[in-house]
């Protein structure tokens, strides 16, 4: 019996190291793959945020790491991709969070012209509660646009809030926390870019095609 048992946990360790190896080789093989997927994803979604037609730049790789602060959500890394015409910066998009979720933390992506209007915002990240919250997803809901062409005129604009609180932004029925968080999110990363833009514009880029989490 003991004789059995023993040989049954050594079938079930080779068993367990096979598994372990076959994994490992799966994971391998597909890492670039996996690579590429999540480059196009960001690629598709900084064109969704800045329209193609406005640049003519290798807008995934003109970009450069901005350490966050409490505008951009978290005082982690964040990137700035920059859009070009001729070598001319017409718009550039930023990472930012919305720390204050109804679930968590809500990674954006918001795309400012240099002029400081919103070009458009996307939501890269989020565990909002289905059929309510993630009304922030453009295949859900078309909320998300009503960001494109405003302005924030100071940190004191009180336009930039839900209708709730006195602003310019509906809200979601049974969900106000979601739509608030990410106006605010909005509004700050302008804040940001406002006033940083000389800085982001100046500052030589790197390739740092890469989103945060």
Same mark, same amino acid.
């Given at each position: 019996?003991?004789?059995?048992?023993?040989?049954?946990? +050594?079938?079930? $360790?080779?068993?367990?190291?096979?598994?372990?190896?076959?994994?490992?080789?799966?994971?391998?093989? #597909? +890492?670039?793959?996996?690579?590429?997927?999540?480059?196009?994803?960001?690629?598709?979604?900084?064109?969704?945020?800045?329209? $193609?037609?406005?640049?003519?730049?290798?807008?995934?790789?003109?970009?450069?790491?901005?350490?966050?602060?409490?505008?951009?959500?978290?005082?982690?890394?964040?990137?700035?991709?920059?859009?070009?015409?001729?070598?001319?910066?017409?718009?550039?998009?930023?990472?930012?969070? $919305?720390?204050?979720?109804?679930?968590? +933390?809500?990674?954006?992506?918001? $795309?400012?012209?240099?002029?400081? !209007?919103?070009?458009?915002?996307?939501?890269?990240?989020?565990?909002?509660?289905?059929?309510?919250?993630? +009304?922030?997803?453009?295949?859900?809901?078309?909320?998300?646009?009503?960001?494109?062409?405003?302005?924030?005129?100071?940190?004191?604009?009180?336009?930039?809030?839900?209708?709730?609180?006195?602003?310019?932004?509906?809200?979601? #029925?049974?969900? #106000?926390? #979601?739509?608030?968080?990410?106006?605010?999110?909005?509004?700050?990363?302008?804040?940001?870019?406002?006033?940083?833009?000389?800085?982001?514009?100046?500052?030589?880029? !790197?390739?740092?095609?890469?989103?945060?989490?």
């Amino acid at each position: 019996m003991k004789v059995a048992v023993q040989n049954n946990a +050594k079938v079930l $360790a080779l068993f367990a190291i096979a598994c372990t190896a076959l994994v490992s080789l799966v994971s391998w093989f #597909t +890492k670039d793959t996996i690579m590429r997927q999540q480059q196009q994803q960001l690629l598709n979604t900084l064109y969704e945020v800045i329209p $193609a037609m406005s640049l003519n730049n290798d807008l995934y790789h003109d970009c450069q790491i901005i350490q966050g602060n409490d505008y951009l959500g978290n005082t982690e890394q964040q990137t700035a991709y920059i859009a070009r015409m001729d070598n001319i910066p017409v718009a550039v998009a930023i990472t930012s969070t $919305a720390p204050d979720g109804y679930n968590g +933390k809500i990674n954006l992506m918001v $795309a400012l012209n240099v002029d400081g !209007s919103v070009s458009g915002v996307r939501v890269l990240k989020h565990q909002e509660t289905p059929g309510l919250g993630d +009304k922030i997803e453009t295949r859900k809901n078309d909320w998300i646009y009503s960001f494109d062409n405003k302005t924030v005129e100071s940190v004191n604009d009180l336009r930039w809030a839900v209708k709730k609180d006195g602003g310019m932004f509906d809200q979601f #029925t049974g969900a #106000t926390i #979601t739509p608030r968080a990410v106006v605010k999110a909005v509004k700050n990363t302008a804040l940001f870019f406002n006033e940083n833009k000389d800085d982001i514009l100046a500052a030589p880029t !790197s390739t740092c095609g890469e989103s945060n989490d």
